[in-house]
């Protein structure tokens, strides 16, 4: 168990809806990141928060959005959603500084879109 | 820019023997991590190893060891006597500057009985 939680494990939409993906990282990791991993590919970068604040974007939609809260729990919103945004969405977390901490990820949340 | 390249789709080893994934990378930042995870079918991330830029020595866990040549940007992920458990996909990522983790296109790796 990575400490990192995501919810919900899986989800099935349609077309053109909006969802909402939730993440709670590691006790104490102020850094968090989302990760889009379609079939067979490699994890794109979409999104870094750091304490609250956003800290760089990846190859992230505007249709797409993010936010870290207070308590540090981020969540990653999806709308318009097409058929293409199907994937593997990962959270990670990390320790604010230093290079020596690996990212500890989540279980993912599988999108569907039909 | 920060750029992490896994040119092996594919690989295939025989259960017990070695097998080396490759990865470069490129940055110009002068401090930087580099990591292997592992993901199994079931579609978690497990990290496996990490080296420091800064670091003389080539890391080593277990069955996983580094084969870190800075020079020429690279960081090799060695497992040896291969097991089928071993069977997954293997991302190489980089930490840079500006804490973020940069991933290559993964290995997947087969092993076969």
């Known amino acids: 168990d990575s400490g990192v939680t995501q919810t919900p494990k899986h989800l099935i939409t349609a077309t053109g809806q909006r969802v909402t993906l939730r993440c709670s990282p590691r006790?104490?990791?102020?850094?968090v990141y989302w990760y889009q991993q379609s079939l067979d590919q490699g994890l794109q970068f979409l999104i870094h928060y750091y304490n609250g604040e956003e800290r760089a974007k990846g190859n992230i939609l505007e249709r797409f959005s993010a936010q870290q809260f207070p308590d540090l729990h981020s969540e990653l919103n999806l709308s318009s959603l097409e058929l293409g945004d199907s994937a593997l969405y990962f959270c990670?977390?990390?320790?604010?500084?230093?290079?020596?901490?690996?990212?500890?990820f989540g279980q993912g949340t599988r999108l569907t879109v039909v | 820019a920060q750029k992490i390249t896994q040119t092996q789709p594919g690989m295939f080893v025989q259960e017990k023997e070695a097998v080396t994934l490759d990865c470069t990378y490129d940055t110009s930042d002068p401090s930087y991590g580099l990591f292997w995870y592992k993901q199994p079918s079931s579609g978690e991330m497990i990290f496996l190893i990490y080296q420091g830029s800064y670091d003389q020595q080539n890391a080593t866990e277990g069955r996983y060891s580094l084969n870190f040549q800075k020079a020429r940007k690279s960081a090799n992920l060695v497992i040896s006597a291969s097991q089928l458990g071993d069977s997954a996909m293997y991302f190489c990522?980089?930490?840079?500057?500006?804490?973020?983790?940069?991933f290559g296109t993964g290995t997947s790796l087969t092993v076969i009985p």
């Open positions: 990522a980089m930490r840079g500057a500006g804490n973020q983790f940069y």
């Open positions: 006790s104490g990791d102020l850094s």
């Open positions: 990670a977390s990390s320790v604010p500084q230093g290079m020596s901490t690996e990212a500890f």
